[in-house]
C-alpha cells in the first residue's frame, strides 16, 4: 500500500506553482477537505489564492495549520536529475520543487487533519487550516492579507503551526517558536559632485559616511534575551560613484537591514541610526521598510504539545530556536499568541534536488495529528 501523504505530495509538487501561482493546489486541497464538514473561504487577491478553511464549533481554542503551495524557481533545469514538477521517488527521497518547503507538510495536514476528523467527528474546538500561494514572493496578497480580513472581522487564533522545514539533521528536531523582525533602511548620503583632484570644492559622500557607518557597525543594539541573539545590523549594498575614476560623485546609496529580537523596538532601532548619523554631521535621507515584527512562544500549552508529540512520534527530544530568517509566522502572530513552525529537514531547501526523505513523511503526518489529539481532545 502507498501512503496517503506521500500520494499527495506527488500530486501537490506535480503542479507548476512557482510563486505566486497556486496551479490548482488549493482547488485540490479544497476538495479533501470538503467532504469532511469544512466551511471553505477563498480569499484570492491581485492573482495570490488563498484558502480560508474551517472545522468545528465556537467552543474551545481554535487551531490553525497554515503554510503555502507556492515553490521558488527551479534553478537551471538541466542540473536536475529528474524535471522538478516531476515528482521521482529514488534512493530513499522523494524529489521535486516543493518536496522539503512545503507541499509534503501541507499534505501532511491534510491527511493528519482526516484522520483526527474520521476518529473525533465532534472535536472540542476548531480546526482551522491558513494556505496561501504568497510566501516565498512579495508575501502581501496571501497570509498577511487573509490575517487582515481575519483582525477586522474578530476573529481570532489560539494556537497556529506553521509547516516550514525546520530539523535540521533528523524529522522534527527543531521547532522554532519564535523570528527576529527584519527592518531596512535605505540611506542616501548627500554630497557635492566635482573634480578629483580640486578636494577643497567637492563634499565627498562616501568619506562623509564612513564614520557614521562605522559606529554603526561596531554598535551594540541589545544584548538579546533567552531565546534570541543580539540584534545584528548589516550593510547589503553599497553604491556610488560615476564609473569615472576623476570625479567625486554626488551621493552614496547604502542598503542595510536589522535582523531585531524582541529586546529591540522598530522605533527604538530607527531613532538610534538617526541619533549616530545626525552626530556625524551626515546630510541624508533615510527611507525604512519593516518586513516583520518579531515574535515568541514561550514554553507552555502549544510548544509543550507539539514537542510530546514528537517525542512520542518521532523518539527524539526537539529543541527550541529562533534563528533563520522570516516566515508567515510574522503575519500571523498578530491575532494568535501561540505560534511554531515545525517540519521536514531544510538540507535541500531552494536548492537543485530539494528533497525529503521517505521515511519522514508518514511521521510528519502523525505528529501534526498526535498534536491535534493533545490540544483538541
Known sequence: MTDPTLDLARELIARRSLTPADDGCLELIAQRLAPLGFSLERMDHAGVSN??????????????????TDVVPTGPLDQWRSDPFTPDVRDGFLYGRGA???????????????RFIAARPRHSGTLALLLTSDEEGRAVNGTARVVD?????????????????????????????????????RLVVKGLQGHIAYPHLVKNPVHIAAPALTELAATVWDEGNEYFPPTSWQVSNFHAGTGADNVVPSMAEILFNFRFSTASTPEGLQARVREILDRHGVDYTLEWTLSGKPYLTPRGGLVDAVSQAIREVAGIETTLSTSGGTSDGRFIADICPEVIEVGPVNAS???????????????LSRIFERSLELLLP
Open 100 to 114: 522539503a518547503d512545503m507541499k509534503t507538510s501541507v499534505a501532511a495536514f491534510v491527511t493528519a487533519v482526516e
Open 149 to 185: 480580513i481575519l483582525k477586522a472581522r474578530g476573529e481570532r487564533l489560539d494556537y497556529c503551526i506553521v509547516g516550514e522545514p525546520t530539523a535540521a539533521s533528523r524529522l522534527a528536531d527543531t521547532i522554532k517558536n519564535g523570528r527576529r523582525g527584519s527592518l531596512s533602511g
Open 51 to 68: 484558502l480560508w478553511a474551517r472545522h468545528g464549533g465556537n467552543d474551545g481554542p481554535v487551531l490553525c495549520f497554515a503554510g503555502h
Open 349 to 363: 531547501i531552494h536548492k537543485i534536488d530539494e528533497c525529503i526523505a521517505l521515511a519522514d513523511i508518514a511521521p
